[in-house]
């Protein structure tokens, strides 16, 4: 059984960045612990000596010239940005008064 | 002309070549179907104001002897998680609602190269994640065939568009299943081509390591035409091949002639046939190898031990990679920003935006993917599941040693209703166990009409998968069952679905 707690869950919403509610945070509970029960038969099989496959079609060493290519200009970068000021993107503070 | 929709498309191309059909003419039919049956269906997110003038261009260039590709003035449907720079790019989600890219997905630069005209983004479920689209966050796409069904996911946009005779083309993309199971849902062709076979740049990133574009099509030959358009070298996508392939068209039109068949060695997957599959899914498979069989093809039960790893496996490394790709969405750069009361730091604003922005499979994902990254668990679950990849693989090699092409039905079901799993994450999952091995493994998959099921009436594919970089062979093979099954028909399965809108 994997035993996920609530606890874990909000911990892994802060890692994460997803201000989950206190309901969320309670049916993922239990709906993480169902999936992760299912999926956790992958160490059944997972020997030692298997080695593990990051990429389905290997390749090594793609390189390109270290040269400028066609990038986007400054206003179609910041033409999503919720708010942007001085050609920079704008953000709110980034300490909050305890910090 | 009223049978512009339902023309194929490489017959559509044939009439535009010759000037029967105008560009302008065959974009404004196909927009009129979208007005007629789109509320109903819901396959389209946004359509184009530009179509008709793209149109127009394509016509003006025609006319001045200009050479154009094969399918120059055709319409396009492009799945919503390929970015365009003239139509909102969402990918299903509420955090991207009304984003404009800057650039073109190279799959969408290709085919407006090639003279394709994009008519609009078809509905896919949240950033790809879900085999219904009832993930979506502007509401789901209903199955051509019966409106209280769902079309497939995650691309159902893409497949009920070309089903409804909205478009005769649809790009698509497949992470676990997302071009193949609705295709088999909605009696139409879609191809996951190779992994790396066509470029992921301006793909709204899923899983990486498994996400590749292809064609949402009605016919086999339609989906050669539309592969050989975007399967080329991007040195935008470091993944991306430099093979040079050969014409997927022509492997299709070889095998709708008949060739290829007779000493063809056909692999069944055991562990993915009979238990757990719908009676009528099953013998519609089983009545399509037959068929193989008395065309001279050799077929041979292989077994594939660690497939009942794969759902496994793939739920560990999807949310992985996608928890990864997701965290770009921070309210900084695009997309949406919200502000927590009271106002906050970047952090809390950051949280609060996604907490609003992402629906609730997405947020399912993410924290099933940073728990499954997390220290202590890493080795367990995303290192295991790495090591089921290779174990995936090695079936895969060992059956293809003895095969030239493996068979399985493309889902365990036909089209469900709305609702019916959406309360139940592994039930939905598991919708895709036939459609995920292809993924692990970068293997390409196409799936190809075989009939309706007798019990429901609903559509059933044949999935057929090949080696690495064999894309051609899935062509051949599967314009042969096409051709062997619309000859013992009489009629195409498309033409049999219902009308829509008194239409």
């Given amino acids: 059984m994997s035993e996920i707690s609530e606890e874990q869950v909000a911990h892994l919403a802060n890692l994460a960045r997803i201000a989950l509610t206190p309901e969320e945070i309670s049916s993922l509970t239990t709906e993480l612990d169902q999936i992760v029960d299912s999926i956790a038969k992958v160490q059944e099989v997972a020997t030692p000596d298997v080695p593990a496959t990051s990429h389905p079609v290997p390749l090594s060493n793609v390189f390109r010239p270290d040269v400028v290519g066609n990038t986007l200009t400054i206003e179609q970068t910041l033409q999503n ?10 953000v709110s503070a980034i300490l909050g008064e305890e910090q | 002309m009223n049978d512009i929709i339902r023309m194929t498309a490489a017959d559509l191309a044939t009439h535009l070549q010759s000037g029967e059909i105008s560009a302008v003419d065959a974009t404004q039919a196909h927009l009129d179907r979208i007005e007629a049956v789109d509320t109903d269906v819901h396959a389209f997110l946004a359509v184009s104001s530009d179509a008709l003038d793209t149109a127009r261009r394509i016509d003006e260039r ?3 002897g200009e050479k154009l590709g094969p399918l120059a003035g055709v319409p396009l449907a492009v799945k919503d998680v390929l970015v365009t720079t003239d139509m909102p790019s969402t990918s299903g989600s509420k955090i991207l609602e009304g984003y404009m890219s800057p650039f073109d997905a190279t799959v969408v630069r290709l085919s407006r190269e090639a003279g394709l005209i994009p008519i609009g983004k078809t509905n896919m479920d949240e950033f790809a994640m879900g085999s219904s689209t009832e993930h979506s966050a502007y509401g789901p796409t209903r199955n051509p065939w019966d409106l209280d069904r769902i079309p497939g996911g995650s691309g159902g946009g893409s497949a009920a568009a070309v089903a409804a005779f909205e478009a005769p083309l649809a790009l698509g993309s ?9 295709a088999h849902v909605t009696g139409t062709v879609g191809v996951k081509p ?4 066509v470029s992921r740049y301006g793909a709204i990133a899923l899983a990486s390591s498994l996400d590749q574009v292809g064609p949402v099509t009605r016919t086999v030959l339609d989906a050669g035409l539309l592969h050989d358009v975007i399967a080329h070298h991007d040195p935008h996508d470091s993944t991306s091949l430099k093979d040079v392939w050969p014409s997927m068209a022509d492997a299709a039109r070889s095998g709708a002639r008949g060739e290829g068949l007779a000493g063809l060695k056909v692999g069944v997957v055991r562990e993915l046939t009979g238990n757990g599959f719908q009676a009528g899914v099953q013998s519609r498979f089983d009545e399509t190898v037959a068929l193989l069989t008395q065309q001279g093809a050799e077929v041979i ?14 739920y560990l490394i999807l949310p992985a990679e996608a928890s990864s790709n997701l965290a770009k969405f921070d309210s900084v750069r695009f997309g949406m920003r919200v502000q927590p009361e009271g106002g906050g730091t970047v952090e ?3 949280a609060a935006t996604r907490e609003a922005g992402f629906g609730p499979e997405v947020k399912r994902r993410i924290i099933l993917g940073t728990y499954a990254l997390s220290a202590g668990y890493y080795d367990a679950y995303y290192g295991s599941a790495q090591k089921v990849r290779t174990l995936i693989q090695r079936d895969f090699n060992t059956a293809f040693e003895k095969v030239d092409v493996l068979v399985t039905p493309s889902a365990p079901t036909t089209a469900f209703k709305f609702g019916e799993k959406l309360e139940d994450p592994m039930a939905m999952y598991l919708n895709d166990i036939t459609t995920i091995p292809a993924n692990l493994a970068g293997i390409p998959g196409i799936s190809v009409p ?14 057929v998968m090949a080696p690495q970089r064999e894309d051609a062979r899935l062509y051949r093979v599967g314009a042969a069952i096409e051709a062997l099954l619309e000859q013992q028909w009489g009629h ?3 033409s049999q679905a219902p009308a829509l809108g008194g239409k």
Avoid: C, W
């Fill in chain 1, 81 to 90: 940005a919720p708010e942007h000021a001085d050609n920079r993107f704008k």
């Fill in chain 2, 62 to 64: 025609r006319a001045a």
């Fill in chain 2, 174 to 182: 497949d992470t676990g299943g997302s071009i193949r199971q609705p």
């Fill in chain 2, 194 to 197: 190779t992994y790396g076979a």
């Fill in chain 2, 301 to 314: 039960e292989v077994s594939a031990p660690h497939f009942e790893y794969a759902v496994a496996a793939y």
């Fill in chain 2, 348 to 350: 809390q604003v950051m």
């Fill in chain 2, 450 to 463: 075989i009939g309706l099921a007798p019990e429901d009436g609903l559509p059933v594919g044949i999935q």
């Fill in chain 2, 492 to 494: 195409t399965l498309i």
